[in-house]
């Protein structure tokens, strides 16, 4: 197992073709999750080709120093992911060298059935699995259903179904309940509600403190203004009646 700073809690794998869009909303959303806050680092960090590597001129060396620095392997299962030769390099490195029960499987298109019977995927049935998983598992798994997010993106129903799917691989790449990993983010937003609140009243008092220090200022201004033209009536009027003497 990966252990140190450089380590990344999962490795996404997917088809570019058919769900590059779902795949870096899931990365930016799973690393947010949970977040203290915008100065503060990221709770888990998530390898997405396109959003973590730089450019290279040996893109599956690359690809391969990625995978043996992650913890999971998350597969964005589909009939374009079952279709990838990427994705296949990438399932079968993850098999020769890391345990296949550190796999989260996303099922984002196609079919996922399994074969209670032999204790497998069924090939003809399950068009969203690579072939190198037809046989990986040793009893069925438990995927996360996305198909739904083709349907209903962008609908108010769809942006809380999207952040539970969220906290569920979050809370999977963590090792935690995912009851246990929201309460905590919620206690964290409530905190930091307290917070900003008590940051905006002291900003309310410090604002009306300066307009009543202010308001305070212009009436002395007024007054000596006053009293400025008062004394020069005065000094007027005695000029006039030294005039008229002489």
């Known amino acids: 197992m990966p252990t140190g700073e450089n380590v990344f809690v999962g490795f996404i794998s997917y088809s570019h073709r058919g769900d590059a869009i779902l795949a870096k909303r899931l990365h930016a959303a799973v690393e947010q999750f949970g977040r203290r806050g915008i100065l503060q680092r990221r709770r888990v960090r998530l390898f997405l080709d396109r959003a973590t590597m730089a450019l290279t001129p040996a893109l599956w060396r690359g690809i391969e120093e990625a995978l043996s620095?992650?913890?999971h392997l998350v597969l964005l299962a589909s009939p374009e992911a079952a279709a990838s030769e990427w994705v296949d390099r990438e399932l079968r490195w993850w098999l020769q060298h890391r345990d296949v029960q550190k796999i989260l499987l996303l099922l984002t298109a196609g079919d996922l059935v399994w074969d209670a019977t032999n204790g497998r995927f069924d090939a003809t049935s399950s068009s969203a699995l690579p072939s190198a998983l037809l046989d990986a598992f040793t009893e069925e798994p438990k995927f996360l259903d996305l198909r739904w997010t083709l349907r209903e993106a962008g609908t108010s129903?769809?942006?809380g179904a999207f952040q539970d799917a969220v906290a569920e691989?979050?809370?999977a790449l963590q090792g935690v309940d995912k009851d246990e990993l929201c309460g905590d983010d919620l206690r964290r937003q409530?905190?930091?509600?307290?917070?900003w609140m008590g940051v905006a009243g002291v900003l309310a008092i410090a604002a009306a403190v300066a307009v009543k220090q202010y308001l305070q200022a212009q009436q002395s201004?007024?007054?000596?203004?006053?009293?400025l033209r008062e004394v020069a009536?005065?000094?007027?009027s005695m000029l006039v009646e030294t005039q008229s003497d002489l």
Do not use: F, N, Y
């Open 69 to 71: 620095r992650s913890r």
């Open 221 to 227: 201004a007024e007054r000596a203004e006053a009293h």
């Open 190 to 195: 409530h905190k930091t509600r307290r917070l």
């Open 233 to 236: 009536e005065i000094l007027g």
């Open 157 to 159: 129903e769809s942006v």
């Open 169 to 171: 691989v979050a809370a």
